[in-house]
């Protein structure tokens, strides 16, 4: 139900944009969410838009990456900027299973349906 893309190999300094499409489902009334998985790390965090379209990131990335979404679409994006090797992961899109929820805190346990991921690689 969940469709991630625009992953691949950048050199520090690039930029790259993640789409995420959902079908199957109307997610207005929910966050999107993505996180991300380095090797050898727990999937974290990165960003979340809520139903009312209030933004929330990770501090590592405040500042350099941006999500939007389309609900006319069902379609998230995440506009990443100024890419380091430390954003190296592979990335997930999920939604989150609270309705109509607004707040800052989003946990993998909070997430109802996943992407498959997309890997982002940035070279030094």
């Known amino acids: 139900q969940l469709q991630a893309s625009g992953g691949g190999l950048v050199q520090a300094g690039g930029s790259l944009r993640l789409s995420c499409a959902a079908s199957g489902h109307t997610f207005s009334a929910y966050a999107m969410t993505w996180f991300r998985q380095a090797p050898g790390k727990e999937r974290e965090f990165v960003a979340a838009?809520?139903?009312?379209?209030?933004?929330y990131y990770t501090d590592s990335v405040k500042g350099r990456f941006t999500i939007s979404k389309d609900n006319a679409v069902n379609m998230v994006t995440l506009q990443m900027n100024s890419l380091k090797p430390e954003d190296t992961a592979v990335y997930y899109c999920a939604t989150d299973r609270r309705a109509y929820y607004n707040g800052p805190e989003y946990y993998t346990q909070d997430m109802e349906f996943w992407g498959k991921g997309t890997l982002v690689t940035v070279s030094s």
């Open positions: 838009i809520s139903w009312r379209s209030s933004r």
